[in-house]
């Protein structure tokens, strides 16, 4: 079997579309659709639903696909063994929640980028464990940076490489920002308004367990998929929100929010597909990362 013909199976599968798959292998859209045919007839399974808005896999497809990237790691694992001696260079895919994405990252990728001149490095967003856990199986990203207090998934591997401080924020008008307090009592909670992230987010699940559980009437609380959402709810006085302390930073340096209780830390887990080979590209940028996590992340531009 050409393992040519895999490569675009897995693009396929990861774009969705023949347009972006054939312009990612720099090949004919026609091209494309001749050896995913012919991949689909070697197998006798069908591999895509054609519909109006892309490609998508069926369940054969999708269960195949994790074997076809199986394929692909053991032909890359064998060419990287032929030039073992050859500087470290490729694509790497970090898969990372928003506030990662937004706040530490950036920084930390312009610096990789310089170090690694000869690595491409991309970011991609990713909300909970389990969409992580799905894209590190579709080939999608090479491994992921996630805020988790833990994570348990099979054929994943998470590891503990930071943590994140998270605060509970108020705008300086709210009454609970009157003073320079930060020992707010769960129950002065209660009868308060909150703007917190989707479900899926850990740190946000678990705020809201406690919230539910104090006595009386269950607090008001509006879940949204964006940090920036929730900021200006809280920055417009409707209400308190739990987040990464770096996400708003700047907000309590100027005095435009202020924190009303400190909560501890949440774990920065790295996750990777336990069974699929990192290359050496991706096992650099990992052990990087470590260390810049490690020593608390860059924090101002890259010299």
């Not at 199986?137 to 994570?151: C, P, Q, T, Y």
């Not at 929730?230 to 308190?240: K, Q, S, Y």
């Amino acid at each position: 079997m050409d393992t040519r013909v895999l490569r675009t199976f897995t693009t396929l599968a990861r774009t969705g579309s023949f347009t972006a798959a054939a312009t990612e292998l720099h090949l004919a859209q026609s091209t494309v659709t001749v050896q995913i045919r012919a991949l689909e007839k070697d197998l006798r399974v069908r591999l895509f639903d054609r519909l109006p808005s892309g490609a998508a896999l069926t369940g054969d497809g999708a269960r195949l696909l994790e074997r076809a990237q199986d394929v692909l790691d053991a032909e890359d694992r064998l060419r990287h063994e032929a030039h073992s001696a050859a500087p470290v260079a490729g694509s790497v895919t970090i898969g990372a929640s928003e506030s990662l994405c937004a706040y530490r990252l950036p920084l930390a990728v312009a610096a990789l980028s310089q170090s690694l001149p000869a690595v491409d490095i991309h970011m991609r967003a990713v909300v909970t464990p389990a969409e992580a856990a799905e894209q590190l199986k579709a080939g999608r990203v090479d491994f992921a940076l996630l805020l988790e207090s833990g994570i348990a998934l099979p054929q994943m591997e998470a590891e503990a490489i930071g943590r994140e401080r998270l605060a509970l924020v108020a705008a300086p008008g709210h009454p609970l920002a009157q003073t320079a307090d930060t020992d707010t009592s769960l129950e002065q909670l209660g009868e308060q308004a909150f703007f917190l992230l989707e479900e899926g987010c850990s740190y946000s699940d678990a705020f809201t367990r406690q919230l539910l559980a104090l006595p009386g009437k269950p607090p008001r609380m509006t879940r949204f998929g964006s940090i920036e959402a929730v900021r200006a709810c809280v920055e417009a006085g409707l209400g308190l929100a739990l987040l990464p302390v770096v996400s708003v930073a700047a907000d309590l340096a100027s005095g435009r929010l202020r924190a009303v209780r400190d909560f501890p830390g949440v774990p920065v887990q790295m996750l990777r597909h336990r069974n699929r080979w990192a290359t050496p590209a991706t096992q650099t940028v990992m052990a990087r990362l470590r260390q810049l996590a490690a020593d608390g992340w860059p924090d101002g531009p890259v010299a």
